[in-house]
């Protein structure tokens, strides 16, 4: 039987007002399904949701605590590589710094042998130039004291000339 046939068939059983207070009533009723229907997939999707989300969340903790315990690792290992180049760039300094204090103190050493050296080419020519000083001043005094000599022997010879 077809949709009309039955519509046709309601009315001459329950009249008009009958038909349309029953399409009222399943209109109702539809709309009631309906919306416990709608309520029911809305509870659905919502504990669905809380369940899919609750995983995420399970899933990024444990995505999370294995990429921090990478980053942990990382992080001591890189801590263990400058640890070893700081130990090395150490080493290397304190070598440098014991070449350099063993070159200033040869080179110290050098600088003193060739100081005392020409201290002592100095003296030597100190020492040659004062002799020298000595036997001048030794010669102008022979000079002198010859010079004074035969002047006090004219001025005698001169007084006892004068006096005869």
């Not at 150490?90 to 110290?108: A, G, Q, V």
Request: negative net charge; without cysteine; charged residues 35%.
């Amino acid at each position: 039987m077809g949709r009309l046939a039955a519509l046709n068939t309601l009315r001459e059983k329950l009249g008009e007002d009958g038909v349309n207070a029953l399409f009222e009533v399943l209109e109702e009723e539809r709309e009631r399904t309906r919306d416990y229907l709608f309520r029911l997939l809305e509870e659905r999707f919502a504990r669905r949701l809380a369940e899919e989300i609750g995983k995420l969340r399970s899933e990024m903790y444990k995505l999370f605590a294995q990429h921090s315990a990478e980053v942990d690792e990382k992080i001591e290992g890189l801590r263990s590589e400058m640890h070893d180049e700081i130990g090395k760039l150490r080493s290397e300094m304190t070598e440098k710094i014991e070449n350099l204090r063993s070159e200033m103190h040869d080179e110290i050493g050098k600088l003193r042998a060739e100081m005392a050296e020409k201290i002592e080419i100095l003296r030597s020519e100190m020492y040659e130039q004062m002799g020298r000083l000595k036997a001048d001043i030794i010669k102008w005094m022979f000079i002198f004291l010859v010079s004074q000599t035969i002047a006090i022997i004219s001025v005698i010879v001169a007084i006892m000339r004068f006096l005869r």
